[in-house]
């Protein structure tokens, strides 16, 4: 998907149709690497469920109608010869749609309807309006009539396999809204025309847009895109969802991990510092009484079987570098609470008796999941965790000195340098880290960046060690950017997950270590082809290192939000793209 700089339209095969505050989108991917002929609409209360199938029909005959997908971030349309159908956003729970010389089948995604599974299709008697009624969402789907006639309705109140459908026609064309609704609210009554709702979505994308992108022009083509990921991946606040939440996607990643959101609110900060907040908070508000944060939250469950690795010292001192006004002295205060809580996580729970070092408990705590640094041991002394921990404490440190706790700030900066020499005292073996295990024996290497991310302490680094480090970070950079596993290693895989691809995460983090470690032109490098991967394969999870091409989920809002930071900070620098 080369992205022109004028481009404004997408495959909405590869990024779904909807709104900032929506939880559901429009789309022909209704599961996980699973595609469709037709568009849904697929909820993400719950989880990921398509409720409903929009079939074009042609007016004479009833026939499927063979069309075209044609959207931007305003509109969707279906186009065939004979006629269209456009759908817009009139809010984020409704959805206005309109079509001429086609009509539209709406029918439920899933036909067979049990006791505890599927769709149940009614009339209500009130308004005359069609609900289609979901178990697997909880939630119900309003359809009211605006113009023109219901052609055919089929499977009212019926149970089992029956054919539910209605068919939207008219001889003159035909509109009709679709809510997405708890138990009940007032028979719909249309704010305003077609074309109102539409220039109403435009506008509210635009203002998003314009917020998130004010630097980009010359250093990202694709700025609007990456933009349009990240405000159609937002919801509302709803189920254990507290605030308005940028989800790592609208296809099946429909989650906030502990560790995405740090790189979606670094994206936002300049330009929509509120939002940003939120999206730095989020996973705190369901921190436990030890201090960690769960593994995961989305609208219907929270996780702790898994951690995160600590990266939000590192990503709260960048976010107040991006902020366009300082933290109040309240924020001060929270966010200082928050973050000793969760580094005195780590610095009790998982230092064993005896060592100085955090461990990982497997490879899912390090956001790593399957690196070949966790090969040997899944209980994992590492490098990154303790550097990730240097820079939180430091953060701590300055978080304190903000708030007059002067004897505070100097205990962090000294928990941090003692941390720093153990990392190097245990793990430097002179070419690079090792890993360990905190059961004993040994320490190994792997051919993993992971190995590698200590970089991120940046001026902190002793100089030689940040060269050493520079040096073999340059050698995983192919021309699309920074392979996870080294191409030349026996275990690296093309489509392996964190064994070889190329990611948002570990570019963002070592383009940062880098610049602040001295090497500009290094960074500069791997900035410059990680910006050209997503304007040519567009915003994937992750990327095959030596082809370029997306991979996995391909509508990833921390790739996105890893784009626009980069364009940003290249933008800050005055420097071409």
Not at 160 to 179: I, K, T
Not at 338 to 365: E, M, V
Request: glycine letters at 8%.
């Amino acid at each position: 998907m080369t992205v022109s700089p004028d481009s404004s339209a997408f495959a909405i095969e590869e990024i779904p149709f909807s709104r900032q505050g929506s939880w559901f989108n429009i789309s022909p991917v209704i599961a996980q690497h699973s595609l469709t002929r037709d568009l849904h609409l697929v909820s993400h209360q719950n989880g990921m469920h398509a409720v409903l199938r929009f079939v074009p029909l042609h007016t004479s005959g009833g026939e499927r109608a063979e069309t075209n997908w044609n959207v931007t971030p305003a509109r969707l349309i279906w186009e065939a010869e004979a006629g269209r159908i456009e759908l817009v956003y009139e809010s984020a729970d409704t959805v206005r749609l309109r079509g001429r010389d086609l009509d539209l089948m709406i029918t439920p995604a899933t036909p067979e309807l049990t006791p505890f599974s599927g769709t149940y299709f009614y009339r209500d008697p009130v308004d005359g309006s069609y609900h289609f009624t979901s178990y697997e969402t909880g939630r119900r789907y309003r359809i009211t009539l605006l113009e023109g006639a219901v052609a055919t309705s089929a499977g009212l109140e019926d149970l089992g396999g029956a054919d539910r459908r209605v068919v939207l026609s008219g001889a003159q064309g035909w509109e009709a809204a679709v809510e997405e609704m708890d138990s009940a609210r007032p028979p719909y009554t249309a704010p305003g025309d077609f074309d109102t709702a539409a220039a109403s979505h435009h506008r509210a994308f635009r203002d998003f847009a314009d917020a998130v992108t004010p630097r980009t022009a010359g250093h990202a083509p694709a700025a609007d895109l990456a933009a349009y990921v990240l405000w159609s991946a937002t919801v509302r606040p709803a189920g254990f969802v507290r605030r308005p939440a940028v989800l790592m996607s609208k296809h099946w990643m429909d989650k906030v991990w502990s560790w995405d959101h740090c790189f979606n609110a670094l994206a936002l900060a300049a330009g929509l510092p509120d939002l940003a907040w939120d999206q730095f908070q989020l996973p705190f508000d369901h921190q436990d009484e030890t201090g960690a944060l769960p593994d995961s939250v989305t609208h219907s469950e929270v996780l702790y079987n898994f951690v995160k690795p600590p990266i939000h010292g590192w990503a709260l001192r960048r976010m107040r570098e991006r902020l366009p006004r300082p933290l109040g002295t309240h924020q001060l205060i929270q966010v200082y609470t928050r973050l000793t809580r969760w580094t005195d996580f780590w610095l009790t729970a998982r230092i064993a008796p005896g060592q100085k070092l955090p461990h990982y408990q497997h490879g899912n705590d390090s956001g790593w999941d399957n690196a070949t640094t966790f090969d040997a041991h899944r209980v994992t002394l590492t490098a990154d965790l303790a550097a990730f921990l240097v820079l939180q404490l430091a953060e701590l440190a300055e978080l304190a000195r903000l708030l007059g706790n002067k004897k505070g700030a100097a205990q962090w900066l000294r928990t941090a340098d003692s941390l720093q020499e153990s990392l190097v005292e245990q793990l430097w073996a002179g070419d690079g880290f090792r890993t360990g295990s905190p059961h004993g024996g040994g320490l190994r290497a792997s051919r993993s960046l992971l190995d590698l991310m200590p970089i991120v302490l940046g001026e902190r680094l002793p100089r030689e060690i940040g060269d050493r480090l520079a040096e073999r970070i340059a050698s995983h950079l192919t021309p699309y950017g920074l392979a996870t596993e080294h191409p030349d290693s026996p275990h690296y895989e093309p489509d392996g997950y964190w064994r070889g691809p190329i990611w948002a995460p570990p570019t963002v983090l070592i383009e940062d270590g880098l610049r602040r470690a001295g090497h500009t032109g290094l960074a500069d490098d791997i900035s410059r082809r990680f910006r050209s991967l997503c304007e040519k394969s567009g915003f994937a999870e992750n990327f095959d290192a030596l082809s370029g091409e997306g991979l996995r989920d391909r509508a990833y809002t921390w790739t996105a939000s890893g784009y626009l930071l980069l364009a940003d900070d290249c933008a800050r620098r005055g420097v071409a793209g």
